[in-house]
């Protein structure tokens, strides 16, 4: 798909149809791998917003009343047509990102299979019955739904990112309101016009774009939001909760990591070399799985390093299927990076490779970072601590096991974690040990899939979990029913 596939205006979608922002605002969308403009963005406010969340109230009560089958019948026709439209949401997502088409192909697979789950889950929509000391009573425990949804995204893997929130709320009988991301408005856009296509019910699903303090804190601090479903930084994350606790509404918070990957003295190097370019480096490091620290044992440090340093130069940056990864979403994020490794270096941090804007002819005019090593940087610095969310890894030496898990555990998150080693002893302790909600022995720092819970502890999160069936759990409450069988007596 090329430039002239997307709309030249990015609406709103309210109520099945689609409309500007109502105060005619809009903002540009550029490609990450050439700067250069590739539409306008409706710019929505609190007005916008109120409309949406109005008519998703309104749809709510009668998507409620289909059963959780019906609902799941309904999911499935969106997973089909969106398996039609596979290459076109395939090409906006790469487009809009500048990651690679077979990439974002691939991501599109990975959103479809999350569908799927959701939709099934219609038909697995579980309660419990349980006994009771009084005779003649009857009890059950069933799910309800909460009433609206507010969601709201990154773009970093934009159609995953929608459907990892709409496909959950939407079986448990939610209406929904998706803030898309900024950075990814075509995505979130066409899959609305895809569920119009399947034929759901005007207002069950409403898509609004803009930036997060206009269009986003609206959504968190309306009455009539039941639920807000949050995946982004935890410094928004934590305004969310402080801003949604006020009101006292239920909150799931997907947030950041800064990922631990343990190299051990018995690791297999080679693949072990291979798993960490892949957790640091692909979809420029734009992953909250992301691995951000590599923590090697001092036996092999020296040789880990220079092989790490030899794969990582080897890898080819730019937005085709045959690189390994491409620009990151905005320049004001690749400033930022930019600006992280500088004030290392100044603490002492020394760059192996990297570090630098990518300035040649195929990348100048896009936001690239070349693949970037760093080692030395203190482990309590900032740089050690903070998110940066880019192709950016940090080394770190250490003696033994013990030294391994400590800095593993000493973060501020606790999202996902790794380790290579050929002792199922080590393994064992580490995923037994470790401070995360994801643990993975000889591969990366990610692999999660649609019916496995992702979340993470600390300030990864506030304790929820999405996929997997533990997601109906955000989106849904518990009724507990209670039946006197024999009115009669007494
Ligand atoms: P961000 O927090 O800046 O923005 C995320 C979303 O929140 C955007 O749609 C933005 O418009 C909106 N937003 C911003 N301010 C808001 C406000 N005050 N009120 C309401 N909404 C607001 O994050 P980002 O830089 O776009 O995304 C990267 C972050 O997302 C990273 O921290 C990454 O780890 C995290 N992430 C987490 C997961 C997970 O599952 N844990 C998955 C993907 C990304």
């Given at each position: 798909m090329n430039q002239h596939s997307l709309p030249a205006a990015i609406p709103n979608w309210i109520n099945g149809e689609e409309c500007a922002a109502i105060s005619g605002k809009t903002f540009d969308k550029l490609s990450p791998?050439?700067?250069?403009k590739l539409c306008d963005v409706a710019r929505s406010g609190s007005q916008d917003i109120q409309n949406a969340i109005l008519t998703a109230r309104r749809a709510q009560a009668a998507w409620a009343d289909l059963t959780p089958v019906q609902r799941g019948d309904q999911l499935y026709e969106i997973v089909r047509i969106m398996r039609t439209y596979q290459k076109e949401i395939a090409a906006t997502v790469a487009l809009e990102t500048g990651m690679s088409y077979s990439a974002a192909l691939g991501e599109t697979g990975g959103a479809i299979a999350q569908g799927e789950f959701a939709a099934g889950e219609g038909r697995r929509f579980y309660g419990r019955t349980s006994t009771s000391a009084v005779p003649n009573k009857y009890a059950m425990t069933v799910r309800q739904p909460l009433g609206v949804a507010g969601l709201i995204i990154a773009a970093n893997t934009p159609i995953a990112n929608v459907a990892w929130k709409v496909f959950p709320a939407l079986i448990c009988g939610n209406s929904t309101v998706l803030k898309a991301a900024e950075d990814t408005p075509a995505t979130a856009w066409l899959f609305g016009k895809i569920a119009q296509e399947a034929g759901l019910a005007p207002g069950v699903l409403n898509i609004v774009q803009g930036y997060g303090q206009e269009a986003g804190a609206p959504l968190v601090a309306h009455q009539n939001v039941d639920v807000i479903s949050f995946t982004g930084s935890a410094a928004v994350g934590r305004q969310i909760a402080s801003i949604a606790g006020q009101r006292l509404a239920k909150v799931s918070l997907e947030l950041g990591g800064k990922n631990p990957l343990v190299v051990c003295d018995d690791a297999d190097l080679e693949p072990a070399v291979k798993w960490v370019l892949l957790s640091a480096f692909s979809n420029a490091g734009q992953r909250c799985a992301s691995g951000s620290r590599i923590i090697i044992f001092d036996a092999v440090y020296d040789q880990f390093r220079a092989m790490l340093i030899e794969g990582t130069r080897k890898l080819r940056v730019g937005p085709?299927?045959?690189?390994?990864f491409g620009p990151v979403i905005n320049e004001k994020q690749l400033n930022n990076m930019l600006a992280a490794i500088q004030a290392a270096q100044q603490k002492g941090a020394v760059v192996l490779t990297g570090g630098c804007r990518l300035t040649d002819d195929a990348h100048a005019k896009g936001f690239y970072l070349a693949p970037t090593i760093i080692e030395n940087a203190a482990p309590d610095d900032e740089f050690s601590t903070s998110?940066?969310?880019?192709p950016i890894t940090s080394l770190y030496r250490v003696k033994d096991f013990a030294e391994a898990l400590k800095l593993s555990n000493d973060s501020p998150y606790g999202l996902t974690a790794c380790i290579h080693t050929r002792s199922i002893h080590r393994a064992t302790e580490y995923t037994r040990k470790v401070q995360a909600g994801v643990a993975v022995v000889n591969a990366g720092t990610f692999g999660s899939e649609p019916h496995m819970p992702f979340g993470g502890l600390k300030q990864s999160g506030n304790g929820s979990r999405e996929p997997g069936t533990e997601a109906l759990d955000v989106y849904s409450d518990l009724k507990n029913i209670l039946f006197n069988i024999d009115p009669d007596k007494l």
């Open positions: 791998d050439t700067g250069r085709g299927d045959g690189d390994d998110e940066l969310f880019g």
